[in-house]
């Protein structure tokens, strides 16, 4: 498992043994990737908790509380985090902007909308909530949302630091929403000061995907159609199900080209991309082998293919990350040859 997650998911665990207002009882040795959603007795000690998290005292509990109540826990006298999730959108977004505005002063607005989509995206704040621990707070008496959360949880305690297009499960969207909401509870505690905000939420959001991260994972399905619309050609991406399993197959000029599968649809999808990818590359003309050393694979799908596999077995075995190096040789006969 993740050291980081541990660590926070060990700190969380006494939250457990707090007594409730409600029925429901939580030993300390249940599962540690089952969110709660109770009410604690003792909510002074549950706010302290995700105060520590974030590095921020509220001068306003409510915010807080306000920010991690789901719809279905909500009443009366509970708010859910929905109106806060409305203006932590914005916020987080604005005062993202503002960091890669200042961080890449010589890149595109295309390039910069970029790196903005994929530092706020899904599967980006749903891994925020997850790392540091915020899943365990949220209070919801959704029972369909204890398996989805439990099983993102396991797979993200999986996976590298940074995972830029998803990972083997989709992200379930109330994690990435209560990041928000968060972000909102300490805007509006911090008096709408966007500065303030960004100093005590841009720890939260490290690492911080860069511009050299997406040139390393580029969008599998994005990098497909420019490819292939370079050469002219036309994509479609069909998708069908098989029984449990989420089917997309990939179409080049009407011609089957590979597919892929997965109990969420787009992981599908994006699955379907890699192996197109990875088939093209034997067929396509090699002057187009610039497009893929611009976007991180060092003119071959094969060996990304070939990375990204052992990447995942390392992660898989807990094994330290693999390196690489790049050389060229200089044969006796003159000749230069790449490895």
């Not at 805007?187 to 997406?214: A, C, S």
């Not at 649809?265 to 497009?291: F, V």
Request: proline content about 3%.
């Amino acid at each position: 498992m993740d050291p980081q997650l541990n660590i926070l998911t060990n700190q969380c665990t006494d939250l457990y043994t707090l007594s409730l207002t409600t029925t429901t009882t939580i030993s300390s040795s249940s599962s540690s990737s089952s969110p709660p959603s109770i009410t604690y007795a003792d909510m002074a000690s549950w706010i302290r908790s995700v105060e520590k998290i974030l590095d921020h005292s509220f001068k306003d509990k409510t915010l807080l509380e306000e920010a991690l109540t789901h719809s279905s826990f909500s009443s009366e006298s509970r708010k859910s985090y929905q109106r806060l999730e409305f203006i932590g959108d914005a916020a987080l977004g604005l005062a993202l902007s503002n960091h890669i505005y200042l961080t890449y002063p010589d890149l595109d607005p295309g390039q910069l909308s970029l790196l903005r989509a994929a530092n706020i995206s899904t599967e980006k704040l749903a891994r925020v909530a997850v790392r540091h621990g915020l899943y365990r707070f949220l209070r919801h008496n959704a029972a369909s949302l204890h398996k989805k959360i439990k099983d993102f949880v396991d797979a993200v305690s999986m996976e590298d630091d940074k995972v830029v297009y998803g990972g083997s499960i989709k992200a379930p969207k109330i994690l990435a929403d209560i990041v928000e909401s968060v972000a909102a509870a300490i805007y509006v505690d911090v008096n709408f000061d966007l500065k303030k905000l960004w100093v005590t939420f841009t720890r939260l959001l490290e690492p911080i995907i860069t511009l050299e991260d997406l040139q390393q994972q580029p969008q599998p399905v994005t990098m497909l159609f420019e490819l292939c619309q370079k050469q002219g050609k036309q994509v479609d991406i069909k998708h069908w199900r098989n029984g449990a399993k989420n089917i997309a197959s990939v179409y080049v000029d009407g011609a089957f080209v590979a597919s892929g599968s997965s109990e969420q649809k787009e992981i599908a999808k994006l699955n379907a991309a890699k192996q197109a990818l990875l088939k093209l590359s034997k067929s396509i003309p090699t002057n187009i082998g610039m497009l893929g050393y611009s976007l991180g694979l060092n003119g071959s799908f094969e060996i990304e293919g070939a990375k990204q596999k052992l990447h995942e077995l390392c992660c898989k075995k807990k094994w330290p990350k693999a390196t690489y190096r790049y050389e060229i040789l200089y044969h006796e006969q003159g000749r230069i040859r790449e490895y």
